[in-house]
């Protein structure tokens, strides 16, 4: 890791400030000032100093977070529109989204400093459910849901089709349908009911791999619980363990 990303990944400060840092001959390593940009830490072995003060990795956290509409998955916008920073800003140690939801779709989102756990869970070819609500109107035709299922359409070149795409229930004038996906490709669920002549009127993830939403509230962050964090760890290694089996099994028959 790059010495600048390392203090700003401690929370010492942004990674052009973490430059002017380490150009002052603030920023010493194994009792050595270093003023080198390049300067890659080695987690294991090299002690970090800023003026003095020892540097340490902060704990790998893991939050949920309920994205409220018509706001931005991100934590900057070049057009000065409403993100999410401020709501993560509150939280004791820096995190970024693992994966992102359209600013007018709302929901479950977790929040982590865990890079790896965050890349595996988002690699297509580990294809983790995402659970949706959505509330369209007219009520789409039974037909329509039945070939989607069977034959799937086309999005972004690739052909997807949901994992399943039930009715749950009328709301006065809008049909709520529960729709789960595998892809994680942008604005999927919307296209999909697109496709199936509907209009979205609001689309909630209430479901991420093993992670539910359950009763948070739009804007409201909390740790999760030791039992969610065992649950979310025995889910990847199950992922990587049958990406494996299935890898083997292919090269048995080749």
Not at 127 to 148: A, D, G, H, Q, S
Not at 159 to 174: A, G, M, Q, Y
Not at 201 to 220: A, C, D, M, Q, T
Request: net charge positive; glycine share 6%; proline share 5%.
């Amino acid at each position: 890791m790059r010495l600048n990303k390392f203090l700003s990944f401690c929370g010492i400060a942004s990674r052009r400030k973490a430059d002017n840092l380490i150009l002052s001959g603030k920023v010493s390593i194994n009792g050595k000032i270093v003023k080198d940009l390049n300067y890659r830490v080695n987690l294991e072995k090299d002690k970090v100093y800023v003026e003095g003060k020892l540097i340490k990795l902060p704990p790998k956290v893991y939050y949920l977070f309920y994205k409220p509409k018509g706001v931005l998955t991100s934590l900057y916008d070049p057009h000065h529109r409403e993100t999410i920073k401020p709501f993560l800003e509150k939280l004791p140690y820096k995190v970024f989204p693992v994966g992102r939801l359209d600013k007018h779709s709302e929901g479950l989102i977790l929040l982590t400093n865990d890079g790896d756990l965050a890349n595996l869970l988002l690699h297509p070819r580990y294809e983790v459910k995402r659970v949706y609500r959505v509330w369209v109107t007219p009520k789409i035709e039974n037909k329509k849901i039945e070939k989607l299922l069977k034959s799937g359409i086309k999005i972004e070149n690739k052909l997807v089709k949901p994992l399943s795409f039930k009715l749950l229930r009328k709301d006065k004038t809008k049909w709520i349908y529960e729709v789960a996906v595998k892809e994680g490709i942008k604005r999927e669920v919307r296209k999909m009911i697109a496709y199936l002549g509907g209009k979205v009127y609001r689309l909630v993830r209430i479901k991420f791999g093993p992670l539910s939403l359950k009763n948070l509230k739009p804007g409201e962050i909390r740790p999760l619980s030791e039992k969610e964090v065992k649950d979310l760890f025995s889910f990847v290694s199950q992922l990587k363990n049958s990406k494996i089996l299935d890898k083997t099994s292919s090269a048995e028959f080749t």
